[in-house]
């Protein structure tokens, strides 16, 4: 077995170095990922088993392209002040009431993270989410691990809301109607899976049905509409993107040349500022996977990844069905601990292989589904939990007072997440590995 040999083993280790490093904290993410990118090209010249041309062919670039194109348009969205307003709606409809704000703010977090960025998301809703918690006297621990499980499923659900389908449509070659047919009605009941599991546990976590009796409907509704240019500018970008995504395959285009047409139009007349250019098009994330693409590609070179293969086919004993329920459980396992977009990178490679011999597009499903489970269940499984602690703590040290409402914990930290997202993530497991075993040919 390849990954047994020295330049395997050297692989791993430089591979693990640098993830350790990331996610102590230690360097900054674009830092530890272009570091390591340079090292695996080192180590991989050194030993002879790296070249330059490998490193370049490892890069999904479509990935990249739908990075770039799909963040200028979350972020001009979002100054237009779209989100803000449907969120302030939705607060006002709930009417003070716990469960329906977890329900409303739920599936608003879902449908928008259909087309939008899922992290641009979760920046405009969790400051209203908190608002509307501290206004209505409700405990915020329940409604924002709701919003985070809500915000992988809408972005699991099609081809362009979350950085793992990106990284799946590159490696597949799929299309926006692809996703469409494989991904949407698992993730629908998912969703329904989600709200009723808080439904079964609303007594115990807190979540009150009728509204505090000092609640005042209304006293949210102040949003409105920031910049109707951009406003009517995103939407139609929108709207012209998503007809370029459907109609992709008939046109013989690829998804990308799309989202670059979209960035470009909105680089040229989104009124951006220059200082937040770079944020804007998501610069630090295209760094990032950028780097992590080299350093995947470097390890597979290397053979590092021939034991996840190895493992999988021998425990699956030849069996596709068993193979594919092996694939669901360990990617989402190692996303528990790796990240959402991490985790699909390093999987990429193993589940081409797997595609050779496994007719249809199940097994991209199959990891898709994995990383959806393992990121809901950790605040290290996906990039929005740590957003929400990060909103949560800010709120709470200018409003001291929103700590009395954080019962049964005192705030939202990886242990408090843990408790709620392993049983969320069982069930996801448990209702995909039942789609898995129906959808195989």
């Not at 360097?27 to 010249?45: E, H």
């Not at 699909?344 to 011999?357: E, Q």
């Not at 800010?394 to 930290?413: H, I, K």
């Amino acid at each position: 077995m390849a990954a047994s040999s020295l330049t395997g083993w050297l692989a791993w280790l430089l591979f693990v170095l640098v993830l350790a490093g990331l996610y102590a904290g230690r360097v900054d993410r674009r830092v530890a990922m272009m570091g390591g990118a340079g090292l695996f090209l080192v180590l991989g010249g050194v030993m002879d088993f790296y070249t330059p041309r490998l490193a370049l062919e490892s890069i999904y670039f479509d990935t990249l392209v739908l990075l770039f194109g799909l963040s200028l348009l979350s972020d001009t969205l979002a100054r237009s002040g779209l989100f803000a307003v449907l969120a302030e709606r939705a607060a006002v409809y709930a009417r003070g009431s716990g469960w329906l704000t977890l329900v409303f703010f739920s599936l608003l977090t879902y449908s928008i993270s259909l087309f939008v960025n899922n992290l641009s998301v979760m920046v405009v809703i969790l400051p209203i989410t908190l608002t509307q918690c501290r206004v209505a006297r409700l405990n915020p621990v329940p409604l924002l691990i709701a919003e985070v499980v809500a915000s992988n499923l809408g972005g699991a659900s099609t081809m362009i809301g979350d950085f793992p389908n990106m990284i799946i449509a590159s490696a597949a070659h799929l299309h926006f109607f692809d996703f469409i047919g494989g991904m949407m009605v698992p993730c629908l009941v998912l969703l329904a899976a989600m709200l009723l599991f808080f439904q079964h546990r609303r007594v115990a976590l807190g979540i009150a049905i009728a509204p505090d009796p000092g609640y005042r409907p209304g006293t949210l509704l102040v949003a409105q509409i920031a910049d109707p240019y951009l406003y009517r500018l995103g939407l139609t970008v929108l709207v012209l993107t998503l007809l370029g995504f459907l109609m992709a395959n008939s046109l013989g285009i690829r998804p990308a040349h799309v989202a670059l047409v979209a960035g470009v139009v909105l680089l040229l007349t989104g009124r951006m500022a220059r200082e937040s250019l770079l944020e804007a098009m998501n610069g630090g994330d295209i760094l990032f996977f950028l780097g992590l693409f080299v350093m995947v590609g470097g390890l597979r070179a290397a053979g590092g990844l021939d034991g996840v293969t190895w493992l999988i086919s021998t425990l699956g004993m030849g069996h596709s069905r068993l193979e594919l329920l092996l694939l669901l459980l360990l990617s989402g396992v190692v996303t528990l601990f790796l990240n959402a977009g991490p985790a699909t990178a390093f999987f990429i490679p193993v589940v081409g292989d797997m595609s050779g011999y496994i007719p249809g597009s199940i097994v991209w499903w199959t990891l898709s589904l994995g990383v959806l489970a393992g990121s809901s269940a950790s605040l290290s499984g996906a990039t929005a939990g740590s957003v929400a602690v990060t909103y949560l703590e800010r709120e709470v040290a200018r409003f001291p007072d929103l700590r009395t409402l954080l019962v049964p914990s005192q705030g939202l930290d990886a242990a408090v997440f843990l408790r709620q997202g392993l049983p969320i993530m069982a069930v996801f497991m448990s209702i995909s590995a039942v789609y898995i075993l129906l959808m195989m040919p």
